[in-house]
């Protein structure tokens, strides 16, 4: 899936359909904390809905993607100068700038949970002892990436009820997410933070399979 980023018209549908609206921006960034003081990274920016609006609050902002049409429509959002954008895969994330404030969403499911990992180990080095990195994203709150065929009827109820009116238009994308890409169970997102020693503070479900968590650099 994660080629599929790399087509400015995948990029575009996906802006238009699952754009990050204003009110969950401003509730991340007070979750966040964000001040004057914090500098902050968004891993798999996109079009650059959420640091356009951190650039306002924060010192300085980057973000990390590895799609040219998202970064383009980022870079047109911003309307300061305290900004880089960092054309990368997660992958390769050598040389980043210093950061205290971290977040994601709908992106770090890309990733495997090796590579989850390492991803978290690897920013972690960026990163001061109290840092605070927020993720929203697929979260499976009731049982594990392994038991995903054993769950999947269940898991279709709750798509239905969570999308409403629009599950027949986002079944797809959705399905295809859960088999093919690699959201996971928040025991294994926890164990993956814990490879960069952030400990989970706080995990809000929307429903039995998305929400959001806020984990703690404390090692
Ligand atoms: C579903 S979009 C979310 C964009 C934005 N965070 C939002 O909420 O609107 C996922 C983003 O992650 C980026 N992405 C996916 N896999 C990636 C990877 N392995 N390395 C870097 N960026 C990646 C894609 O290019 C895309 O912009």
């Known amino acids: 899936m994660s080629l599929l980023w790399k087509k400015a018209s995948y990029a575009e549908k996906y802006s238009k359909n699952y754009f990050f609206p204003d009110p969950d921006i401003r509730f991340f960034i007070k979750k966040l904390k964000i001040s004057k003081k914090d500098f902050v990274g968004d891993f798999g920016c996109g079009d650059g809905a959420f640091l356009s609006a951190a ?6 902002v980057f973000g990390v993607d590895m799609s040219s049409s998202q970064l383009r ?9 305290n ?8 992958s390769d994330l050598a040389n980043l700038p210093f950061f205290n404030k971290g977040f994601a969403r709908k992106s770090l499911h890309h990733l495997k949970f090796s590579e989850k990992k390492k991803f978290f180990k690897k920013i972690s080095e960026k990163m001061p002892k109290g840092s605070i990195f927020v993720i929203e994203d697929g979260i499976f709150f009731l049982f594990s990436r392994k038991e995903l065929k054993k769950n999947w009827g269940n898991l279709m109820k709750d798509c239905r009820k969570y999308y409403g009116k629009e599950w027949e238009k986002k079944k797809k994308d959705v399905i295809y997410c859960f088999k093919k890409e690699y959201p996971c169970g928040l025991s294994e997102w926890r164990k993956a933070l814990s490879a960069g020693g952030f400990v989970i503070k706080e995990a809000k479900k929307y429903s039995s399979f998305y929400g959001y968590m806020l984990a703690v650099k404390e090692k």
């Not at 429509?73 to 100068?81: E, I, Q, T």
């Not at 900004?83 to 997660?90: A, L």
């Open 73 to 81: 429509a980022a870079r047109k959002k911003m309307k300061s100068k």
């Open 83 to 90: 900004f880089k954008f960092f054309k990368r895969n997660f």
């Open 55 to 60: 650039a306002k609050k924060a010192s300085f």
